[in-house]
Every structure is written in C-alpha cells, then in structure tokens.
Nanobody, 124 residues
Framework: QVQLVESGGGSVQAGGSLRLSCVAS????????MGWFRQGPGKEREGVAA????????YYADSVKGRFTISQDKAKNTVYLEMNSLKPEDTAMYYC?????????????????WGQGTQVTVSS
C-alpha cells in the first residue's frame, strides 16, 4: 500500500501563487508515476500534471502549461505542484495520485493510490 498526503492549498487572489506538496509513504517502490488531478465545482476530475518518479519526464494539461510546474524531491518522497498566475478557473480540490505504470499519465486510469485532496480557491 501507498499513502499520499497533500498539503499547501488555500485561498489566493487571481495572479497569485501556491505550492502544493504530496508526501508518499509505504511501499512507494510499487509506483513510477505521480500525478496531480483537480475537480472544480460541477466539473469532472481532470489531470493537471504528472511526473515519472524514476526519471525527469513531466506532463501538463494545456490549461496549466507555462503556469504550473511539477517537481519531486526523491529523498523526501515528495512531489510538488508549483502554481503561478492562478486564475479563478483553477479553483478546485486538488488530488495527488500514484500508479505503477508510466502511461496515459493525465488520465485517471491506472492510478491506484489517491490522497484526500487539498482545496485551492482563487478569487477574482
């Protein structure tokens, strides 16, 4: 089993920044991919960014490219999501997830482990 705990959410004004953290524990050797997903009010959950934890590959949704950066600290088993130039439409619950295979990384398919989520609210 792998446990994921997110933190760093909060309320900011448009144009502001936040950094989310996701700490993984347990049998992390089972996973190769960590992703960030979000679900806004009345919306389906969508993939935002993902990283190959055994290398440096990263992927982003078009909606966040150039504004969000995913990174990792392997020594701390932590994945970060740096969010800049935030917009009201970025308001959502943000979830960290992990899966064994490095494939279709921005889709929920195959993600076996999920955190509880951290709320991000961006006001105009």
């Amino acid at each position: 089993q792998v446990q994921l705990v997110e933190s760093g959410g909060g309320s900011v004004q448009a144009g502001g920044s936040l950094r989310l953290s996701c700490v993984a524990s347990g049998d992390t050797g089972r996973t190769t991919t960590m992703g960030w997903f979000r679900q806004g009010p009345g919306k389906e959950r969508e993939g935002v960014a993902a990283i190959y934890t055994r290398g440096t590959y990263t992927y982003y949704a078009d909606s966040v490219k150039g504004r969000f950066t995913i990174s990792q600290d392997k020594a701390k088993n932590t994945v970060y999501l740096e969010m800049n130039s935030l917009k009201p439409e970025d308001t959502a619950m943000y979830y960290c997830a992990a899966k064994p295979l490095f494939a279709t990384v921005l889709k929920e398919d195959g993600y076996q482990y999920w955190g509880q989520g951290t709320q991000v609210t961006v006001s105009s």
